[in-house]
């Protein structure tokens, strides 16, 4: 069996993700990779983070939450199903549990624990480490289809829906953004804080209250509204249609939709051009862009039934005909008057 790349090899943001005063807010699954840290709470479905991860606000998960080995939060852990802590995890409040707790050695809660199902305190074995362990079980007993699917729950997106990712060494605030790897913004997010990455696709709709800076290519998507600079070292710059850049843009090369708006000044080190395309192929998952594709479908329908209402009325005259021709046949005292009447 193939697997897929690593899954925390790109800063993700899915698409309505909310930067909050105090909170990053999403109704997606959160994975941290380890050493990082987190100056916002995290509100989500299921909440994952690796070793050494710092959290500057609490946790709620409506789902499951796994924090590794000397893990820190700075406030509550809210879980709504199953907790799983590992050796010397600390938290600055409370932790409540709707579900089953497993708890690993030396963990520090301030203020004590609560949970409603079975509680387990033992050194639950890292994420990373439970994921390879188990998958390899599966493999060495020939189970290669529920290896499959065990994959497919733990990392496919389309199941569902994208998790949002933090990849490993990251530094996250409300002051800036840091990661060593591509960053992928989704559609319709409104963010605080510079956005610095390796490479970087900010969505369509959505808002940024910093500045975005790379070393490749940058791309701002149809209606974004970044309120700060646009700058890259080495790459290009591609602005969508509707897009407001608030500050300067610079880059390589630097294509501007006719219809965007740069507040600040251009400048390019090769060719700066105008174009009238669309800058993200991915497809559009805003309410706006489904419902015009249902009305488009519903359109379509309509049509091909009034197609086929036409057909059958074209039809009918023929179906009658054919009827009046089988009787004729089937009676023999039908005179040739009666079949020339019947006919008119």
């Not at 646009?230 to 290009?236: K, N």
């Not at 023999?332 to 008057?337: F, Q």
Request: negative net charge; glycine residues 12%.
């Amino acid at each position: 069996m193939q697997f897929g790349p690593d899954p925390l090899d790109e800063l993700v943001i899915p698409d309505g993700t909310t930067a909050e005063e105090r909170d990053l807010v999403v109704d997606r699954d959160v994975l941290v990779g380890g050493q990082s840290t987190v100056e916002f709470g995290v509100r989500g479905r299921n909440v994952m983070a690796g070793e050494r991860v710092k959290f500057g606000g609490g946790i709620e998960a409506d789902g499951d939450c796994r924090l590794d080995m000397w893990c820190d939060v700075n406030g509550s852990v809210l879980v709504g199903r199953d907790a799983y802590l590992g050796e010397r995890v600390h938290v600055a409040r409370q932790l409540v549990v709707a579900g089953d707790l497993d708890i690993g050695d030396d963990v520090d809660i301030e203020e004590g624990f609560e949970a409603n199902g079975w509680i387990v305190i033992r050194n639950p074995m890292p994420t990373i480490v439970f994921l390879v362990v188990y998958l390899s079980h599966l493999l060495r007993l020939g189970e290669e289809e529920a290896a499959e699917q065990f994959v497919s729950e733990v990392f496919e997106e389309e199941s569902e829906g994208e998790p949002l990712v933090i990849p490993r060494g990251s530094q996250v605030s409300d002051d800036a953004w840091r990661v060593s790897t591509p960053a992928r913004i989704g559609d319709g997010c409104r963010l605080h804080g510079n956005l610095r990455a390796r490479s970087i696709e900010f969505g369509r709709d959505g808002v940024l209250f910093g500045s975005l800076r790379a070393r490749g290519d940058v791309v701002v998507g149809r209606g974004a509204e970044v309120k700060g600079d646009v700058t890259t070292r080495g790459g290009d710059v591609r602005i969508g249609p509707g897009a407001t850049v608030w500050g300067d843009v610079s880059g390589e090369n630097v294509a501007l939709h006719e219809n965007a708006t740069v507040e600040g000044a251009i400048r390019a080190r090769g060719e700066m051009r105008m174009h009238t395309d669309e800058v993200i192929d991915r497809p559009d998952g805003t309410a706006e862009a489904m419902a015009e594709e249902a009305e488009a479908l519903e359109a379509g329908t309509d049509g091909e039934g009034q197609e086929e209402k036409s057909a059958d009325d074209d039809e009918a005259p023929d179906l009658a005909a054919a009827e009046e021709a089988d009787a004729v046949e089937e009676d023999p005292d039908v005179t040739a008057e009666e079949q020339a009447g019947a006919s008119d």
